[in-house]
């Protein structure tokens, strides 16, 4: 069973870092791009990282710079790496596994979500 | 960037209508679509890839289709369970873009 679980979301102040975390198993996770969402509150989804199969990455404008996707397929597991964060910034982030290796969305795969609130 | 334009941003149906959402790209992508079902408080779920090719496990009363510029999904007889909202994504080319949104409410 394909899973993914993301941890690391909590309040943190303005222009401060956070590292969000995404374990993922049930599938060969070397061999398939995970896309980062977030979800402001009450807000649509909106596309925040790509990281593809050779290590690749991509960014939205609102983030790059700040934000850095990593990955090790040692453990199965997705990092973003967030830097000087915005009040902007607070939503509940997903990691989404790409449907076929070689693509880049058509996530099939979604974790349950973890909440990052920046605030003072 | 491409720019994912939805239709309506909200419709109320009863059990049993037919319900169509309608999703333009700024410029063409293709058949590099998505359709995705949202829950409150529930990650989105895929229901439509390519355009018009159903995800496994999804009921045959989703329907995707379009090509280029204009997109359509199509839901043929609506149940109790779908009611959510719905969004389109073009992965063409970055940034991935998202449509915004549609929320399916009960009449």
């Known amino acids: 069973e394909v899973q993914l679980l993301e941890s690391g979301g909590v309040l943190v102040q303005p222009g401060g870092s956070l590292r969000l975390s995404c374990a993922a198993s049930?599938?060969?996770?070397?061999?398939?791009?995970i896309n980062w969402v977030r979800q402001a509150p009450g807000k649509g989804l909106e596309w925040v990282s790509n990281?593809?199969?050779?290590?690749?990455?991509d960014y939205a404008d609102s983030v790059k710079g700040r934000f850095t996707v990593s990955r090790d397929n040692s453990k199965n597991t997705l990092y973003l790496q967030m830097n000087s964060l915005r009040a902007e910034d607070t939503a509940v982030y997903y990691c989404?596994?790409?449907?076929?290796?070689?693509?880049?969305?058509?996530?099939?795969?979604w974790g349950q979500g973890t909440l990052v609130t920046v605030s003072s | 960037d491409i720019q994912m334009t939805q239709s309506p941003s909200s419709v109320s149906a009863s059990v049993g209508d037919r319900v169509t959402i309608t999703c333009r790209a700024s410029q063409g992508i293709s058949s590099s679509l998505a359709w995705y079902q949202q829950k409150p408080g529930k990650a989105p779920k895929l229901l439509i890839y390519?355009?018009?090719n159903l995800q496994s496990g999804v009921p045959s009363r989703f329907s995707g289709s379009g090509s280029g510029t204009d997109f359509t999904l199509t839901i043929s007889s609506l149940q109790p369970e779908d009611f959510a909202t719905y969004y389109c994504?073009?992965?063409?080319?970055?940034?991935?873009?998202f449509g915004g949104g549609t929320k399916v409410e009960i009449k």
């Open positions: 989404a596994k790409s449907l076929t290796s070689g693509w880049y969305g058509s996530c099939d795969y």
């Open positions: 990281i593809n199969s050779g290590g690749g990455t």
């Open positions: 994504e073009q992965s063409k080319r970055f940034p991935l873009t």
């Open positions: 390519a355009a018009s």
């Open positions: 049930g599938f060969t996770f070397s061999s398939y791009a």
